[in-house]
Nanobody
Framework: VQLQASGGGLVQPGGSLTLSCTAS??????LGWYRQGPGDYRELVAVLKSDGSAEYADSVKARFTISGATYKKTVTLQMNSLKVEDTAVYYC??????????WGPGTLVTVSS
């Protein structure tokens, strides 16, 4: 499985950004986004599962929306009301049906005035 991501960049607090991820290769059971801020561990942001359900980190609920479909191998993360603490490198993650994890290259999101 190979993952390609697009989006990211610099935005002011309260602004919006969109991240997109497209996978190629094996069928996926889940596709989503993780992030790693300066000095932090990598953490789940949002993931879309093959049954159509989505899971979000508590810190982004009601602000971020993940859409797409694992069978289409593409997801989009709409990030609204961005906060300085959302600044991080965002990584697309795909999980195969045998629970193997794949990572795409990170994309930097900077929220700053």
């Amino acid at each position: 499985v190979q993952l390609q991501a697009s989006g990211g960049g610099l935005v002011q607090p309260g602004g919006s950004l969109t991240l997109s991820c497209t996978a190629s290769g094996n069928i996926l059971s889940a596709l989503g986004w993780y992030r790693q801020g300066p000095g932090d561990y990598r953490e789940l942001v949002a993931v879309l599962k093959s049954d159509g359900s989505a899971e979000y980190a508590d810190s982004v609920k009601a602000r971020f929306t993940i859409s797409g479909a694992t069978y289409k191998k593409t997801v989009t993360l709409q990030m609204n009301s961005l906060k300085v603490e959302d600044t991080a490198v965002y990584y697309c993650n795909g999980r195969s049906i045998v629970n193997k994890s794949y990572w795409g290259p990170g994309t930097l999101v900077t929220v700053s005035s």
